[in-house]
């Protein structure tokens, strides 16, 4: 089955760095989202994107955060100054049209240090 | 703020007994999903519901979708080993059908 593919799967960082989380998303996919999970709490919705666009922003997703697909492979997630708070899993996931189902990847653990 | 309370939090039973989740909001939702995941990997679908009152089985599993499309429950009848691990359900809404997740229910089944 085709997948959803994140790097690094760990990423380190001292506060006030900035990260770029990096997603394949699977080929013919045109919707794609970033999730993020605090450990011990829930998934959250963060973003999704579609048409080379933001399609919708949780309240999470404040000027720090931001999305970009660069080159029709690549979908990443870049938060400028990152903060104690933004450590968490972050997902992204794909899917092809808007009622198919959802491909998530297997996640890229932040810690913020 | 849409919330989807899962309950229970967590459980722990014994291999060969029977369990059910249950998933309750107080939105409506255009179809609501359950998803498993394992420790250090992202959530997996298993189903999803669309119709109010739609039952749907997949092998020892079964979900149900209530008939105001605002809650679902997860049955899981003779539970093994294999089924430990967090139990996810999530609403689909918007123009992108964002999911909103529960809260979780972390399964252990005992051998």
């Known amino acids: 089955e085709p997948e959803v593919t994140q790097t690094p799967s760990h990423q380190v960082t001292q506060m006030g760095q900035e990260v770029i989380l990096r997603c394949v998303p699977i080929?013919?996919?045109?919707?794609f989202y970033w999730y993020r999970q605090i450990l011990g709490q829930k998934v959250e919705f963060l973003v999704s994107?579609?048409?080379?666009?933001?399609?919708?922003k949780s309240e999470i997703f404040d000027d720090q955060f931001s999305v970009e697909r660069p080159d029709g492979s690549n979908f990443t997630l870049k938060i400028r100054s990152t903060k104690l708070e933004d450590s968490a899993m972050y997902f992204c996931?794909?899917?092809?049209?808007?009622?198919?189902?959802?491909?998530f990847g297997s996640g890229t653990q932040l810690s913020v240090l | 703020t849409q919330l989807l309370e899962q309950s229970p939090q967590f459980l722990s039973i014994q291999e060969g007994e029977n369990l059910t989740v249950y998933c309750n909001s107080s939105?409506?939702?255009?179809?609501l999903q359950w998803y498993r995941q394992e420790p250090g990997e992202g959530p997996v679908l298993l189903v999803t519901?669309?119709?109010?009152?739609e039952v749907k089985k997949l092998k020892r599993l079964t979900f149900q979708f209530g008939d105001a499309r605002k809650d679902s429950s997860l049955h899981i009848t003779a539970a093994q080993p294999g089924d430990t691990g967090l139990y996810l359900c999530a609403g689909a809404r918007g123009a992108t059908n964002k999911l909103i997740f529960g809260t979780g229910t972390l399964l252990a089944v005992q051998p």
């Open positions: 996931a794909s899917k092809w049209t808007s009622n198919e189902k959802l491909f």
């Open positions: 080929s013919n996919h045109l919707y």
């Open positions: 939105s409506v939702f255009s179809s």
């Open positions: 994107f579609y048409n080379n666009e933001i399609s919708e």
């Open positions: 519901v669309v119709t109010g009152g």
